[in-house]
């Protein structure tokens, strides 16, 4: 009985992401509500937030009800992070960017949004980013280590068991880097993975799977993050656990 409802819910999900234009989503939030449920993830840290289009498909979509801690450095775009936020008691918005360093640093802002990034464009990306992936203007933005910031974020929020989302635009490695020890608190992460160069200096997603691999991450799901650019894949994303938290580790 529990699998006949589970399947029809599954199949009431995929129905609904297909009438929305989204079923390309659907491995990505079955992936998520499995992991998220699974290992009891208490709260999502959100890097790389744009409008909020993450933290609002875990609350609809992955049925995720813990803390939601949002991070994203693109001013232009972080009223309208803020405003959705406001509604949700568990769902808290911040102006900044994660990396490897405090301090200050320039943020491109591109002229699609959601492209905005410390890095910069690639030269050699392909053809149909050129026009989206470029810079209109660059803002001084506050960056924080996570290994600082987390102390800070439980003694306010109360969590244990964290989850690590990040979407910054080829800067997904630094995020890792300035968690130092601290990444080893954290139940999974989830990271895109780029395959074909979109930014400069961008980590390819063999040298991120091996970095994480390196510090006990093993792959849980992978998927492509959009819906478009066939024949050849762009990005990917990719859900690693802790293989501390994993059965025969306890």
Known sequence: MNRYLRELADRRLALRLALGGRVHQYPEIQALRRFLSGFAVDCVLDVGANRGQYATMLRRDAGFAGT????????????????????????????????DFDGTASFNIMAADQFSSLKAPSAGQDAIFAERNLVTRTVEMQCRRIDGLLP????THGFARPFLKMDT?????????????ALTKMTGVQTELGVRPIY??????????????????????????????FPLLVEMDGIFVNGAVLPQAR
């Open 68 to 99: 939601i801690l949002s991070f994203e450095p693109n001013p232009d775009v972080f009223a309208e992070l803020s405003r959705h936020a406001a509604r949700d008691p568990k769902w808290h918005a911040f102006n900044m960017a994660l990396s």
């Open 152 to 155: 800070e974020l439980v003694a």
């Open 169 to 181: 635009q080829g800067h997904d490695l630094s995020v890792c880097e300035g968690a130092g020890d």
């Open 200 to 229: 400069e200096g961008g980590t390819t997603y063999r040298a991120m799977i091996d970095w994480l691999a390196a510090r006990g991450f093993e792959p849980s799901a992978f998927f492509a993050n959009n819906k478009g650019h």
